[in-house]
């Protein structure tokens, strides 16, 4: 990994930190802990763990792939095998979903590590899109801290710390700027007026500010 930007560097330290700190706060959870409803509409705390676990395979997939020389989908039956594997394991144990987000963790960080300069400067395959294989950590460390939150424990929005904050506020204030018609490319002033953190969760559809409508980018 001598190859790699400081920005990649930096997302890959992220999102391990972020798996570590989402297994620690999984401690004590039980089985009924795990059904009750998640913050994401439709979804309880174990679907949305099972997504977690799930989303770190897709990036393995899409991660060997580009070992190989390929453009690896990040699922390969697209949407409808996503929400399908997500509801398979939906259902299970409080210890099979914690062991299933500790496996795939690791099996995710084992592949950071065995990918050479090539694998990374190649292309996956996201649901979203063309993605390039550099950007997956971020994308990964998204995920875990995003989604840690959206569980509805202890751990929030004003919890993510504040690197990731940084980036992602970058990124959503550039994507708000590109659905807006030309010229409203300033965020309104109350968004403006908000905490950075509160601001991203904002972006990211995660809270709700008076006098001001939804981002709608998410």
Known sequence: MSGLTNDVRRALRGAALAHERLVVDLAG?????????????????AHTLTHIARNADSHVAMLQAAERGEVGAQYPGGAEQRNADIE???????????????????????????????GWNGEGSSVFGPVPVSDLPFRRWREAVVHHADLGLAYTWRDWPSDFVRVELGRR?????????????????????????????????????????????F
Do not use: C, F, Y
């Not at 398979?88 to 592949?111: C, M, Y």
């Not at 550039?174 to 953190?197: D, F, N, Q, V, Y």
């Open 29 to 45: 959870l039980t089985d009924e802990d795990v059904q009750r409803p998640s913050l994401l509409p439709t979804w309880t705390v």
């Open 173 to 217: 204030v550039m994507e708000w700027a590109s659905r807006k018609p030309m010229g409203l490319t300033t965020l309104p002033p109350i968004a403006l007026g908000l905490s950075e953190h509160e601001r991203v969760a904002w972006l990211l559809g995660r809270t709700t500010v008076a006098d001001l409508d939804p981002a709608g980018i």
């Open 88 to 118: 398979a394991g939906a259902l299970r144990s409080v210890a099979a979903l914690i062991e299933d987000v500790v496996a795939s963790n690791v099996r995710l960080e084992t592949a950071w590590l065995e990918m050479a300069d090539q």
